[in-house]
DNA sequence: CTCTGGCACTCGACTAGTCCGAGTGCCAGT
DNA sequence: ACTGGCACTCGGACTAGTCGAGTGCCAGAG
């Protein structure tokens, strides 16, 4: 049904279509890429692919603009991923050196993101089920106040302040170190387990200051930071916005919107590679006019959370794909390492 | 020069503007606020007003539309700040209830900020340096790998990654405790002082051990986190996006540099009230078709950074005004307590 | 001196008409 | 199966022409 030239066609539709931005003519087909047939022969060819849903016209006597199928098609079978340019490389490693702590990896990770691909990026913070409690302390500030910090395994630190009451330093010290031997150790969903037997042992004095640091502590070990993402490069949407295109309005909304970011990103990602969502293959129907390149990253034994990129659909798809997958792997190893 | 009547027109002027956001002619006045004379008389006093420079046309036999100028008379002399409604009080209440970590509280702020005004709300992170450091810990992690982690007295939590080498747990302990008595009670800055000073004082074979954290440390009670802004709201300029309007694009983009949202804020607030820049009046190139209404905020008795809203020229001074105050103040007092 | 009604004028927004050319579909010929 | 040729379509750009909101100015009234 599709022969060979058909699909080079198609291929050359997309690619043409995406570096120049205007819907794409039998004749400007064949004088850029060396087709060596005629625009009539093309455009027959085009009248197939058309019918096959591949391509439309915006309106008669326009060029065609590839549909979301046809850029399946293209993402599936017809191009294969660009290799990263070594100053895209050295950006990488640039831009991530001297990151010291998990906030500012993902802060990092997102710009770069944005700025590889010259797109809107979107990070999801590391999870931390797969961790354990390492360290755990209250310390007393002014006023009766104090903080609950607790640390896992992967170096993130979580932090509360709470009413402290009039609680003294001796009860603070003793408190600490009852929760401290209960839940070090322990994958914060256990923690948070275990807290929630051993509420009986408590000394009567220490009872108050237990229930709050103890309800506050459940808190912090069950909200888990991957439930947060990181946008950057909203700026790089504007470029689309004189164009008759797109109307950015919605997709800048969403994107202030966490909780459909994340549900987008857990959506598309699959076990393993890169995975592009198309137009309307997006399940949320503002974004039906763009495309998500998205990819899970996490420490070489697992996946910790999503990242990706949403960009108009009509997108420059190898490349994206490069540098997603690129960056995905480099903050794997960079969380490993660190 | 400027009689009452004048002066009358030109808050009628604004206020129409703002609501209608088209050019606003004599008729229109005359019918919409109960001015007690006729469209001629009102054309006159409009010709004073423009050749004063308090009003424009966007073309010749279009209705006028107020000059940066006018909107600075009008702020200063012609309108009082509006209170904000119970429901908006109300709404401040709800959206800090709960805040549980400076993190946190700057976070809801900015989302309140720009939900009250809906405009783009910019928050700087509380400055430290008026703190004192409170806790110093380090906790293994993994791989040799350790987190550093300071509290101060405002219950600001810093972290770091840093690489343990080979430590041992017991030099590690002693290292913290050397360390945490140098530094708890000081200032960030004081600490840093201190630690750059006690380097001689080190035992042998804790030396590279010592090195690595201190220089962590100084780097992390150096930066300060007030060089950090938060912002949220941008899709609130999406609506002036189909106006024939102020060009979007390079306001989006200077969302996104930090450090001139910095200097913005720094530069425009004063000792004491909100402060009110309007369009040219901004130092900042690509801003000057906005205005900002920027107030510091803090506790009680200190200022610890800046706040502030990012909006059109045409935007609905007494009320952003009064938002902006309210919410500077309110998190003021939310720091103090908490 | 101040205000008003009247009037000529300006200029953008809108409509309608025209032209041009890119791009198409189809067909007959190689 | 491909190609050249041709009639056709339709959007974009340009031109005129009309309409009306809004102006500035002036002479006259209070």
Same mark, same amino acid.
């Given at each position: 049904m599709l022969d060979e030239r058909k699909l080079a066609i198609l291929r050359a539709i997309v690619t043409d279509y995406v570096s120049m931005r205007e819907p794409v003519g039998s004749k400007a087909l064949v004088d850029r890429y060396? $087709?060596?047939?005629s625009p009539a022969t093309v455009r027959n060819d085009m009248a197939v692919l058309e019918e096959e849903g591949y391509i439309t016209q915006p309106h008669t006597s326009a060029g065609r603009i590839p549909t979301d199928k046809g850029y399946r098609l293209f993402v599936d079978r017809l191009e294969q991923v660009k290799p990263l340019s070594a100053a895209e490389k050295r950006a990488i490693e640039s831009f991530m050196?001297?990151?010291?702590n998990i906030d500012d990896i993902v802060q990092r990770t997102v710009r770069l993101l944005a700025q590889i691909t010259q797109q809107v990026a979107i990070v999801q913070y590391p999870s931390l089920t797969v961790s354990t409690v390492r360290h755990f302390d209250i310390v007393p500030l002014d006023r009766g106040r104090a903080l609950i910090i607790t640390v896992n395994s992967l170096g993130a630190v979580t932090q509360r302040n709470i /009413?402290?009451? /009039?609680?003294d330093e001796q009860t603070i010290a003793d408190l600490r170190a009852r929760i401290a031997t209960v839940i070090i150790g322990a994958s914060p969903t256990d923690a948070v387990g275990k807290l929630q037997d051993c509420?009986?042992?408590? %000394?009567e004095q220490m009872r108050p200051l237990a229930a709050v640091v103890v309800s506050a502590l459940i808190e912090m070990l069950s /909200?888990? %930071?991957?439930?947060k993402v990181a946008v950057s490069?909203? %700026?790089? $949407?504007?470029?689309?916005? /004189?164009?008759?295109?797109?109307?950015i309005k919605p997709v800048v909304e969403a994107l202030e919107e966490q909780v459909v970011l994340l549900k987008l990103l857990g959506e598309a990602v699959s076990n393993d590679d890169v995975v592009v969502r198309i137009g309307h293959e997006n399940p949320y129907e503002p974004l039906q006019t763009t495309s998500m390149v998205a990819s899970s990253y996490g420490s070489t034994t697992e996946t910790v959370a999503h990242l990706g990129v949403l960009g108009p659909?009509?997108?420059d798809y190898p490349s994206t794909i490069a540098a997603v997958r690129a960056v995905a792997r480099y903050v794997g190893r960079f969380l490993s390492e660190s």
């Open positions: 060396h $087709l060596n047939v050196a001297g990151a010291a /009413d402290a009451g /009039d609680a509420g009986g042992t408590v %000394p /909200d888990d %930071p991957s439930a490069g909203v %700026p790089n $949407l504007m470029k689309y916005s /004189d164009q008759y295109e797109t109307n659909t009509r997108m």
